[in-house]
């Protein structure tokens, strides 16, 4: 808890925690990890992507106590990894947890080692890019080392006019050297992240750490209604074709529709109202919709609920509906054999053992494509994304316990 604190105070915004993909706060952080992930006992590196990778791969000279013996019958090999990690980018005035909680949780994780040996080498990392708040595109860190960066990316541009290539050679890093970022798929055993649950579900049910199932699928459109402005004072209410209400109509079937439906999120965060003035019935809206749900056939079913529900809406009011736009992301299901390693871990430790799934995305999403990964919600109040995220401190303990468990969960069955 004590290294996030650290880590809030390498901002771009005094006053606030900003720290955006390889800002010069990120490089000042950059330097700190180096120093935080050397003193636990790891050789550090960083990659094209600006990804800093700890390596641990203990040995008789570094351990601090008597070192444990392999088991009969593993034989002891550092190319092959098991990954733990999280993110250390931030939104605008955020938090001091999402994200830098994993990374932190991962070191402590090797620091409680001691000197163990395993057969098998662990690499913390801490990506750059998760929230994607500079270039408006997620998981830019996690997508090179799973191998998914794409090389049209490279021409995104921030708010400046800065293009991603040329964000990261300002940055001191080697482009050419991007191909080099990406894990061969046959040396990862697997990736486990902590993460703040960034919800109330935990808490509600009293479970200091839960086990993640799997997270959410998305899909994200552009809702359009386009009826008649008018005047508000001469225009009768008969003969209005009024967008806004028609709008209106959806959002309430929609928040119906998520509320019958168990796992459903179905949210309206945004409305632009044409004219947008005080005294002209509304004759043209454009609204945001994102629909959530871990079981992609039931989320694409709500979707087709959505559309002829907003179909309905607007024919009544003789107002024309069209989808402008819309993109998805399936769900991604976190690996059976992990999330029985953690579930073990929880038991074994005397925590009840809470399952659920994420409704927000994560580097898990990437790194799914890699490898066989897992999530650890750690219970979290406060607001997420916001200064006021909150963490107990037994709770963090907690997490520290179950991880470090699970790794030699993972040695056993390895």
């Known amino acids: ?35 935080r992930m050397t003193r636990a006992g790891m050789i550090v590196r960083v990659d ?51 994200g830098p909680l994993g990374v932190m949780l991962a070191i402590a994780v090797v620091e409680s080692l001691d000197g163990m040996r395993l057969p098998f080498g662990i690499e913390v990392i801490a990506f750059s890019d998760q929230e994607g708040a500079r270039f408006h595109t997620p998981y830019l860190g ?27 050679t300002t940055f001191g890093l080697d482009l050419t050297r991007l191909p080099a970022a990406a894990y061969d798929p046959t040396r990862v055993l697997g990736y486990l992240e902590a993460h703040i649950e960034q919800g109330p579900i935990l808490e509600q049910n009293g479970w200091p750490v839960a086990v993640v199932t799997a997270l959410a699928g998305q899909t994200r459109m552009r809702f359009r209604f386009i009826g008649r402005a008018g005047h508000a004072g001469t225009q009768p209410m008969e003969v209005r074709a009024d967008a806004l209400t028609a709008a209106a109509e959806l959002v309430l079937a929609a928040e119906t529709l998520a509320r019958r439906t168990p796992g459903l999120r179905a949210t309206v965060g945004t409305l632009e109202v044409g004219p947008n003035v005080r005294n002209v019935v509304p004759g043209d809206v454009l609204c945001s919709v994102d629909v959530r749900h871990p079981d992609d056939a039931q989320r694409r079913s709500a979707v087709e609920c959505l559309l002829q529900l907003a179909h309905v809406a607007g024919k009544s009011r003789d107002v024309t509906f069209h989808c402008e736009a819309a993109d998805e992301q399936p769900a991604v299901a976190c690996d059976p054999q992990l999330r029985k390693h953690l579930s073990t871990a929880i038991e074994s430790a ?19 494509r890699l490898c066989p990964s897992a999530m650890l919600f750690v219970r979290h109040s406060g607001i997420s994304h ?15 316990d179950v991880l470090r468990r699970t790794v030699i969960e993972i040695v056993g069955a390895s």
């Open 1 to 35: 808890m004590a290294d996030c604190d650290t880590a809030a105070g390498f901002t771009d915004a005094p006053g606030q925690i900003v720290r955006l993909f390889l800002s010069s706060a990120t490089k000042r952080l950059h330097a700190w990890l180096r120093e």
């Open 48 to 98: 094209a992507l600006g990804n800093v990778i700890g390596h641990y791969t203990p040995h008789p000279g570094y351990a601090t106590t008597d070192v444990q013996p392999l088991a009969r019958g593993k034989e002891e090999d550092p190319s092959r990894v098991l990954i733990l990690g999280s993110h250390i980018d931030t939104v605008v005035n955020a938090g001091r947890y999402d």
């Open 386 to 400: 916001y200064p006021s995220d909150s963490l107990a401190e037994e709770d963090v303990a907690a997490a520290l």
């Open 350 to 368: 005397g925590y009840p053992l809470g399952v659920t799934f994420s409704g927000a995305g994560h580097d898990l999403v990437m790194m799914s």
């Open 142 to 168: 996690s997508a090179a080392v799973a191998g998914q960066f794409e090389r049209r990316w490279l021409d995104l541009v921030d708010r400046h006019g800065i293009t991603l290539a040329n964000a990261i």
